[in-house]
């Protein structure tokens, strides 16, 4: 099952983490320090909560989550064809997760990954990936870095 990822910039991670819970009707699948997300099944999506005050209520990125490393071939191929540079990023641990993913950036800089869950993580991350805008140098290290700058939306 694919599911469209909608990842958020939140001052407050427990203020945030409970005004989600009421309005999607589900608890966070998975919460670590600075960090939640939501499963949510109807409709299909995965919400991240990225704890970055002075940031919050801006979007950090997108994404959509696919089913196997093979899926996300496919769309590095399919995105290639359409002409759109692709970024690949295989076996990367990211967002307490180890994943294989694809980056594009849309046409006013809005970064957006296909992506499969690998196996879970004990740590945030250390892919290369940083949301900041493109000709903004990264601060941080961790792809989804709460702590990076992102992109203005």
């Not at 046409?107 to 250390?126: H, I, M, Q």
């Amino acid at each position: 099952m694919s599911r469209v990822q909608l990842a958020l910039n939140v001052d407050d991670l427990e203020t945030a983490v409970a005004f989600y819970s009421k309005l999607l009707g589900v608890e966070p699948a998975k919460r670590k320090p600075g960090y939640a997300n939501f499963a949510v099944i109807q409709p299909p999506l995965k919400l991240v909560l990225l704890e970055n005050p002075g940031q919050g209520g801006s979007l950090n990125h997108l994404g959509v989550e696919v089913e196997s490393t093979e899926k996300v071939h496919s769309e590095i191929t399919r995105l290639s064809d359409e002409g759109l540079f692709t970024d690949e990023e295989m076996g990367t641990t990211c967002c307490f997760a180890t994943q294989d993913k694809v980056w594009v950036t849309g046409p006013d800089g809005e970064r957006w990954e296909v992506y499969t869950v690998l196996a879970d993580s004990d740590s945030f991350g250390t892919s290369r990936r940083t949301l900041v805008e493109i000709d903004q140098a990264p601060v941080g290290g961790a792809c989804c870095d709460a702590s990076s700058s992102v992109s203005r939306s």
